[in-house]
């Protein structure tokens, strides 16, 4: 394995090994949180699938957060182990194609998606996977934002990411589950870093410390 991918390895095993400590418990969402989970991120799988949900609390705007999602055309922003993205089809709306090609050292070369939904009202964003070179056949995913008290008592959003996979040969359930959740976890992780950065002043340092999305298989 080359250095670029040791150095993802690295990063996707610490990740992992961060759940140890949760961001917050599922016990706090609200009623307004459950019933959209209930509404945008509820899917039932078959026994040769695996699904989940993650949770991420990110002290900006539900709006701020929602500008760098609904980017169809721009993953990479935030997605850090994308290296790029062109648009086979369409300009970002329902419907619309795109070609996403993968960082050296992930289980896969590129990824053909097609956008299912983008509800600006709701703040959610679907796609699917469609073919390329990877191991996630039949992937959905789903991704809403919306306002939220944070656990310190400021304003901020809560970022929900579920999805349902084909289990690939050769892998468990539970292998699956801990792959894709190691992937979205990084993603949202970064995508903390960036929309939080973005709203600080110049020149502020950022707090070093977070936590890492909660997340649970539980479809």
């Not at 400590?21 to 959209?36: G, V």
């Not at 990110?58 to 290296?83: G, M, T």
Request: hydrophobic content about 30%.
């Amino acid at each position: 394995m080359d250095s670029e991918g040791e150095d993802i390895k690295v990063r996707m095993e610490r990740e992992y090994k961060s759940t140890e400590e949760p961001m917050f418990y599922l016990a706090s969402l609200n009623t307004a949180e459950k019933e959209r989970i209930r509404r945008f991120h509820t899917s039932e799988s078959g026994s040769h699938q695996a699904c989940g949900h993650l949770y991420k609390e990110i002290e900006a705007a539900s709006d701020h957060v929602w500008k760098v999602l609904r980017q169809f055309d721009k993953p990479q922003i935030y997605k850090e182990f994308l290296v790029g993205c062109s648009m086979i089809e369409g300009d970002g709306t329902a419907g619309s194609i795109r070609h996403v090609r993968l960082q050296t050292g992930l289980p896969g070369i590129d990824s053909i998606e097609q956008l299912e939904l983008l509800d600006e009202e709701s703040k959610v964003l679907s796609f699917r996977i469609l073919g390329g070179e990877h191991r996630l056949r039949n992937y959905i995913s789903v991704t809403s934002v919306a306002d939220r008290t944070l656990v310190n008592g400021r304003q901020g959003s809560l970022v929900i990411e579920s999805y349902i996979v084909d289990i690939p040969d050769g892998n468990t359930g539970n292998q699956t589950v801990a792959m894709v959740n190691t992937l979205i976890r990084t993603h949202l992780i970064s995508l903390d870093r960036i929309t939080t950065m973005e709203r600080r002043e110049p020149f502020q340092p950022l707090n070093p410390s977070f936590k890492s999305p909660t997340s649970t298989s539980s479809c």
